[in-house]
């Protein structure tokens, strides 16, 4: 046989690893075709809306449904007291605490689920909403955690013994009845001995505010009890649906093979939609009531207000140098603002999530972390936004403290970064803080990051503005932010990470039919991320079907092998890699086949792009097509028929991707208006399947970056109000405010994923906000500024000038 194509053609005819191989997604996404949950439209559904609290902590003295009840199509009003007999007025969270589902005599924060309002369409059920009284006596508010572990006011009645001693809590002893946990990693002592002895030292407080990642689609959730068999349906904006199905079952004593979860398309998660909320059991309990299918899904109000918020991280600094500028030890502690009820989704082993990869991309000899966790009346969760386990917060706080610490030593941080990275032939490095980082080239990279944006030319520039506003020739200062962040993606060993006690392995199973063409269903559940696109791609490369040949399903778990879900960048390093395990036991079998067919021995064959050929004889050759047909259609002696396999993947260990940013920012003292004049991006993580997918992701959490650093907090008053239940108030940056992004990378392919491949959809927004906060900071540096807190609005901005001085 012999082909008429050549062997490039062959590769790209595969569109595999490499690719910028379009969206294919984006067909029905782009033509409104998309079926989202709120799409899902059953026979007979009823629609569900939420009592929320106006209070942000009161006592519930009644509450009246007469009134709602008599409203013509209201079917139900479930309160607390509905629940409480099937044991599901209260569950646990994630971080193994636990969350009321309804109030049970008391609110703890503004716009707390009250009672769930069952009608037949959801204007009914929101007019009904109005008709429910309830009887409210106020309490004391405490929105200030340091106030809260100094208050007598306690906000968990249900944490605190009837003698008043305080219990234990998931993560060890409580100091007070409002604090949760304290959680320490590495040596105090040590630490604090050679700070007290350094030759420099810096200290800095910093807040990283509360903040929301607000994806387009907000949650909501449709419940069908099919009584006469037996099952559950749940449709929902679930990040993890197998996660969700076994929780299900716990909680309501539905056996699991008769609950069915499914994650339809998703409009963004970020994080968001990791948890459990009241909305989703309230459906269950309201569907299984009823006999009929119940939806809720909330409004942008509901969202804002009370889903799982991010950040809201009081961080104080040390950092200790010589000298010279070589680092010598860090300090942290953290007062961790967690809200009502303790929701964060981190691993059980990690009650602040990687908060202890705060070390960055420095060689720091020695170092410590210790967070404490408290209660306040504000919306539970604390787990989402571009990065569930609070490497923002980390690579924020060492990216300020590095910028501090050159204040401190007089010197260009630019410089100072490449005194400390952890050098090349140091990996696999393993950090004070304990985590092993498995590859990395810092210098090459910021080398590199430096040089396009012609940094020395950018300071001289910087310099002479200076000179020009000094002189009154200028109204405007310019900055030049930096970042050199490390993440740490990709959840993960088994061994040490879990959700409610579930190992955090990952999964994909692989059916080849016999025309040739595939599909392949994994644990995880794109949000928008271009999964169908690129984990085809993947297999292409693996397995030498074209990547149009297959297909990629998720979410549904009555198909898809059980997985964890997609947060944390995990999708890669975890399901990708699965994915090319399960392709890689494919081709074995393949191969057998394929000796079998051309009569020779097992060994006497290779692999090449999309064919099994004749060792020295490559015009003799058996392609995957015909391999995947012979499965089926010939008896070949001592083979089981059919092509598939499945693999479920522990990682050995984490990804680290990692990138170097600068942004270039001119900002107008007399009105705090910051202009972004250049934005470069140079991001590693390793392998890279799709670059255009990479860049997509990029933009979008850049984006998200500059939201954070520049205006977007979820603000309360000390009423416990929110001061941006809307998007009136709150910042969602739009084409208008986002500047042309450079894209950039290199590649170090993490040397123990099976393709090398490392997680990028957090990176962007982790190495981001420490980028933009750090353009702001250093427009005002030879000013006198040191530090400010986010968001950097306009309003902030223009009091950091009048405060140095600069109107006068
Ligand atoms: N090397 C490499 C890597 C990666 N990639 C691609 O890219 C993407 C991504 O990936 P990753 O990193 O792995 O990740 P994932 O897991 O998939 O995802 C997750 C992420 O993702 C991001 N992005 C995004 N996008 C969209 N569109 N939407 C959304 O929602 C979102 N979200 C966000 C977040 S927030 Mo968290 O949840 O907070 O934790 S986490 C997160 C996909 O598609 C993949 O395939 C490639 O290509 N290559
Ligand atoms: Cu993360």
């Not at 067909?27 to 929320?52: C, E, S």
């Not at 037949?120 to 405490?142: G, M, N, T």
């Amino acid at each position: 046989m012999k082909d008429d194509i050549t062997r490039e053609e062959r590769v790209a005819g595969l569109k595999g690893m490499g690719c910028s191989r379009k969206r294919v997604e984006d067909a029905r996404f782009t033509q409104g075709k998309g079926n989202y949950v709120d799409d899902i439209k059953l026979p007979g559904m009823l629609h569900g809306d939420f009592v929320r609290s106006p209070y942000a902590h009161a006592r519930i003295k009644s509450i009246n449904i007469d009134a709602a009840m008599a409203l013509p199509g209201v079917v139900a009003v479930l309160t607390a007291k509905d629940l409480e007999p099937l044991g599901l007025h209260w569950m646990p969270t994630l971080a193994g605490d636990k969350q009321m589902v309804l109030a049970d005599g008391k609110v703890l924060f503004q716009g707390q689920e009250v009672a769930f309002v069952v009608a037949s369409d959801r204007y009914v059920a929101a007019d009904a909403v109005e008709l429910v009284e309830v009887d409210y006596e106020e309490l004391e508010v405490l929105v200030d955690p340091f106030k809260s572990l100094q208050s007598d006011v306690v906000l968990r009645e249900d944490l605190v013994a009837e003698d008043g001693s305080i219990p234990n809590g998931a993560h060890g002893p409580r100091k007070h009845p409002n604090h949760i946990f304290t959680w320490e990693v590495g040596e105090e002592e040590a630490t604090n001995q050679v700070i007290d002895n350094a030759e420099v030292v810096a200290t800095e407080e910093m807040y990283y505010h509360r903040t929301h990642p607000c994806p387009l689609e907000t949650c909501g959730s449709v419940a069908s009890m099919d009584k006469v068999n037996g099952k559950l349906t749940l449709w929902g904006t679930f990040q993890a649906p197998h996660v969700v199905r076994t929780v299900a079952s716990i909680l309501s004593g539905i056996e699991e093979h008769n609950i069915r979860v499914v994650s339809p398309d998703i409009g963004g998660g970020f994080g968001n939609k990791v948890g459990v909320y009241p909305g989703y059991v309230c459906s269950i309990v309201a569907s299984i009531v009823t006999g009929v299918p119940v939806k809720w899904v909330e409004d942008r109000m509901e969202n804002l207000m009370s889903t799982a918020f991010a950040r809201d991280y009081w961080m104080k600094g040390k950092i200790s140098a010589t000298k010279e500028g070589k680092i010598t030890g860090l300090h942290c502690h953290v007062t961790a603002d967690h809200g009502a009820f303790d929701a964060c989704a981190d691993p059980t082993k990690f009650p602040a999530g990687f908060m202890n990869i705060c070390t960055g991309s420095y060689d720091i000899p020695v170092a410590y972390l210790g967070v404490d966790g408290v209660y306040t009346n504000k919306a539970p969760g604390g787990v989402s936004y571009r990065c569930s386990f609070r490497v923002t917060e980390a690579v924020y706080f060492i990216e300020r403290m590095i910028e501090v610490l050159a204040i401190e030593l007089n010197m260009d941080p630019a410089k100072l970064r490449s005194i400390n990275f952890i050098k090349k032939e140091q990996f696999p490095y393993t950090a004070a803080l304990g985590w092993e980082y498995d590859s990395g080239d810092y210098q090459t990279a910021w080398d590199k990051a430096l040089a396009a944006v012609d940094y020395t030319g950018l300071r001289a520039e910087q310099a002479q503005r200076v000179e020009d506003f000094k002189a009154g020739k200028t109204r405007k200062v310019m900055g030049i932010g930096l970042s050199f962040f490390t993440e740490i993606v990709g959840a993960g060993p088994v061994k040490n990470c879990d959700i409610l006690g579930m190992g955090m392995f990952d999964s994909c199973e692989i059916r080849i039919h016999p025309t040739g063409s595939a599909v392949a269903r994994l644990g995880t559940i794109s949000q928008g991320q271009g999964h169908a696109t690129t984990f085809a791609q993947i297999l292409a490369t693996e397995i030498g079907l074209p990547a149009d040949s297959i297909t990629i399903e998720e979410g549904d778990t009555d198909t898809a092998p059980y997985g964890l879900g997609t947060y944390g960048s995990r999708s890669t390093p975890v399901a990708g890699a699965a994915t090319a395990m399960a392709g890689r036991k494919i081709r074995a079998k393949a191969q057998m086949i394929a000796a079998y067919l051309l009569e020779v021995h097992d060994d006497d064959v290779e692999f090449d792009v999309d064919r099994f050929v004749v060792k020295g004889a490559p015009e003799r050759f058996k392609t995957m097509k015909d391999i995947a047909y012979a499965a089926y259609h010939q008896a070949i002696p001592g083979l089981e028929p059919g092509l598939e396999a499945v693999s479920y993947y522990d990682p050995p260990n984490m990804t680290y991707p990692f990138g170097a940013y600068v942004c270039v920012m001119d900002i107008d003292v007399d009105t705090g208006v910051p202009e972004i004049r250049r934005f470069y991006a140079l991001d590693d993580c390793g392998t890279r399947i799709n670059p255009m997918v990479i860049e997509g992701q990029i933009h979008g959490g850049l984006t998200e970056a500059l939201a954070v650093a520049l205006g977007q907090e979820i603000a309360y008053d000390d009423m416990g109000n929110v001061k941006t239940g809307t998007l009136m108030d709150f910042f969602l940056p739009t084409a208008w405010e986002v500047p042309n992004y450079e894209t950039d990378f290199t590649v170090t392919p993490s040397p123990h994923h099976p393709i090398g491949a490392k997680g990028v959809g957090e990176s962007p927004h982790v190495g981001g906000v420490p980028c933009f906060s750090n353009a702001v900071q250093d427009a005002f540096r030879p000013f006198g500024n040191r530090h400010t807190n986010m968001p950097h609005d306009h309003w902030r901005i223009w009091q950091t000038a009048n405060s140095l001085g600069m109107h006068g």
